[in-house]
């Protein structure tokens, strides 16, 4: 969708609009969330969340060491402001797809990043718990039917409450699911599943 700005062009937008007016540094997004941290506050008054998010426009780093090259970005860090840490999104886990409007393409420390403010709106949904058992269930199928582009199969949690794009959410979530199995950022050793925990608890006693 031509609306929305790839995570792979916000470098290009920020070193052609940095002398110019903030307006033509606001962008809108759809992307997928790797991993965030807890809101913290920040002076006397706001609070900040970071969110690293990537999409399917983002490279992997190569694993090869006698590449003598800087790695392309495989992601991006969102920053966002806000007065209450309860007017933040709900974001449960890596893989929720993220939708941000006016979000600032911006420079911090070299790196360039994205920030949301007080006028930006972000959305964040997920499959339901049902579609992702479908998934999670026919995951040897070249394409699992669950979830749909339905607004019956996803949940999403923004102040706002507004339209998304399904089409585009379940190909970024699914796009993640794949992403993540094959390139996971935790290791092994300490990777387990729900099923785990009891039995982990009683050794660990």
């Not at 609306?3 to 759809?30: F, P, Q």
């Not at 449960?92 to 939708?99: E, K, N, W």
Request: proline share 6%; hydrophobic share 35%; charged share 25%.
């Amino acid at each position: 969708d031509n609306r929305y700005t790839v995570l792979s062009d916000i470098g290009e937008i920020y070193h052609r609009n940095k002398d110019d007016a903030r307006k033509k540094r606001e962008v809108d997004i759809y992307a997928t969330v790797l991993n965030f941290g807890a809101p913290r506050q920040i002076r006397q008054r706001g609070w900040m969340l970071s969110i690293s998010i990537f999409d399917d426009t983002l490279q992997l780093p190569s694993t090869d060491v006698s590449i003598d090259a800087p790695n392309p970005i495989s992601q991006v860090k969102l920053v966002m402001f806000a007065d209450n840490p309860d007017d933040f999104p709900l974001f449960f886990c890596a893989g929720d797809v993220l939708r941000g409007h006016r979000v600032l393409v911006d420079e911090y420390e070299g790196s360039i990043q994205l920030t949301a403010f007080a006028w930006s709106n972000v959305a964040v949904c997920r499959p339901s718990m049902e579609s992702v058992s479908f998934y999670n269930s026919h995951e040897g199928d070249d394409e699992p039917e669950n979830p749909k582009d339905s607004k019956n199969d996803w949940c999403f949690n923004s102040r706002l409450k507004p339209p998304l794009d399904f089409s585009r959410s379940n190909q970024l979530w699914r796009f993640a699911q794949n992403r993540m199995a094959m390139c996971p950022n935790v290791h092994p050793k300490y990777m387990f599943t729900n099923a785990d925990i009891e039995g982990r608890g009683r050794k660990d006693v």
